[in-house]
């Protein structure tokens, strides 16, 4: 009978379902990266929600602006700096004679163009948006 003696399992051959230190190692680092990725998507998202917000509220002060400026009288040409209700955020009212002629050819008198410039700086760029309309010298009736 042949007996074969029994060696010990040296521990290459010994592997038995568990992780070793650099498995753990490179999936620590894995979801490092995952989390810093996403972290910094939400942060980029948030800063375009709150830009995004602040414009609007710029662009519904410039429509109020804009309707207060073309109700005002006489309208006379030229560019005025507004008072602003919004900080950081500078207006400007401009206008300015509108030269347009009927469908005889003859010119049509007492148009004005009115804008209402808003000004920001949003990170390191300058932003701007304008309304603007068309009215007539004479006061509107409602």
Known sequence: MNVFPLRPRSRANCR???FTLLEAILACAVFSVAAISLAHSLQLLGDIVTNVRREEEIVRTLRTMLEEQRFLRPLRPGEEELESPLPDVSFRTVV???EAQNRDGQPITGLYRVA???R???G???RERIA???CNEEVPQY
Do not use: H, I, P
Request: avoid cysteine; aromatic fraction near 12%.
């Open 96 to 98: 300015s004679e509108f």
């Open 116 to 118: 209402v410039v808003a």
């Open 16 to 18: 038995e379902g568990g």
């Open 124 to 126: 390191s760029q300058t």
């Open 120 to 122: 920001w700086r949003e």
């Open 132 to 134: 603007e309309s068309l």
